[in-house]
Nanobody, 127 residues
């Protein structure tokens, strides 16, 4: 059973930065996907960034490209989402997700493909 422990989040003014962390445990192999999704009230869950453990660059939503950076520490099975130049529209509940796949769509896999989820952490950006 994979378990995810999220940390980070909080409130910040527009233009500020925050870092989210998600530590995973319970993987049965070094092959896995980890991602951050977000969901604002009344909106669908949106994939923010995703990464595959063995190869390939992270995938980002167009709305965060150039502002967010996803990195993976394979030794710790931990992903970090560095969020910079934050905007009020980035405000949402952010969820870490993980799965060992395989995913036909790779890092483009939708939320429904992920079996394991964190409890969520709130990010609020004020103007």
């Amino acid at each position: 059973q994979v378990q995810l422990a999220e940390s980070g989040g909080g409130s910040v003014q527009a233009g500020g930065s925050l870092r989210l962390s998600c530590a995973a445990s319970g993987f049965t192999s070094p092959s896995y996907y980890m991602a951050w999704f977000r969901q604002a009230p009344g909106l669908e869950r949106e994939r923010v960034a995703a990464i595959y453990s063995l190869h390939g660059p992270p995938r980002y939503a167009d709305s965060v490209k150039g502002r967010f950076t996803l990195s993976l520490d394979n030794d710790k099975n931990t992903v970090y989402l560095q969020m910079s130049s934050l905007k009020p529209e980035d405000s949402a509940m952010y969820y870490c997700a993980a799965d060992q796949g395989p995913f036909l769509l790779g890092t483009a896999a939708p939320a429904s493909a992920y079996d394991y989820w964190g409890q969520g952490t709130q990010v609020t950006v004020s103007s």
